[in-house]
Nanobody, 124 residues
Framework: QVQLVESGGGLVQAGDSLTLSCVASGRTVYSYHMGWFRQAPGKEREFVAVAKGNNGNTWYADSVKGRFTIFRDNPKNTAYLQMNSLEPGDTAVYYC?????????????????WGRGTQVTVSS
């Protein structure tokens, strides 16, 4: 079992930056694909970014490409999401997830473990 705990959310203004953290416990997640998803009120959960297991290669949703950066600190068993140039449309609950499958995915149903989320609110 893997437990994930997110932190770093908050209320910011448009153009500001935030860095979210996701600390994993229970087992090492070096080989897991670590993803970030978000869910805005009344909308479905959507993929944001993934840092792949083992090699750490990354992939982003088009809506955040160039503004968000996902990275991981394997010795700390932690994944991060650095968010720059935040927009009101980025307002959502952000979830960290771990995927133990061999192939990575942007599909939430493939992810095995989830955190409880952290709220990010961007005011205009």
């Amino acid at each position: 079992q893997v437990q994930l705990v997110e932190s770093g959310g908050g209320l910011v203004q448009a153009g500001d930056s935030l860095t979210l953290s996701c600390v994993a416990s229970g087992r090492t997640v070096y080989s897991y694909h670590m993803g970030w998803f978000r869910q805005a009120p009344g909308k479905e959960r959507e993929f944001v970014a993934v840092a792949k297991g083992n090699n750490g290669n990354t992939w982003y949703a088009d809506s955040v490409k160039g503004r968000f950066t996902i990275f991981r600190d394997n010795p700390k068993n932690t994944a991060y999401l650095q968010m720059n140039s935040l927009e009101p449309g980025d307002t959502a609950v952000y979830y960290c997830a771990a995927d133990g499958h061999r192939s990575w995915s942007i599909n939430a149903v493939q992810y095995d473990y989830w955190g409880r989320g952290t709220q990010v609110t961007v005011s205009s």
